[in-house]
């Protein structure tokens, strides 16, 4: 063999191993992309999964939320009928009281009627008493 023949087969040598670095430069890219990518779709799976969790909880709050505002509207109602009925009690209460207001004044009245007859009464037996000479009627 000839320096040309081993200088030309050096040559290609060369050639192929830069070759094979290049070769190897890029299974090394590809490898760590393809690993990138599973890690990458790994991550979006555990996303998906607690996404969805997250939506049924939201789910059940809203659902409980719902059946907190219908109990408080009925205790709303119930408590706005309540207060008709007391405002009505109420009413009826200031009746009683004015209706009570008018006996009492009216019982004054008699009462100070009957004092007046019973004054007048005693008056009247002292009169007798005093024509009968003490001795009453």
Known sequence: MTDAQ???IYARLDSLTEEVNSLKIQIGVVG???????????RLERV????????QLLNQHTQLLNQHTQSLNQHTQLLNQH???????TQSLA???QLLNQHTQSLNQH???LN??????????QILRDRNGGSGI
Not at 34 to 41: C, E, P
């Open 6 to 8: 081993i200088q030309d």
């Open 32 to 42: 760590t992309t393809q690993y990138a990518v599973v890690q990458i779709l790994d």
């Open 48 to 55: 998906e999964t607690t996404q969805a969790q997250h939506t």
């Open 83 to 89: 207060t008709q009925s007391l405002a009505q009690h």
């Open 95 to 97: 009746q009683h009281t």
């Open 111 to 113: 009462t100070q009627s």
């Open 116 to 125: 007046q007859h019973t004054q007048l009464l005693n008056e009247i037996l």
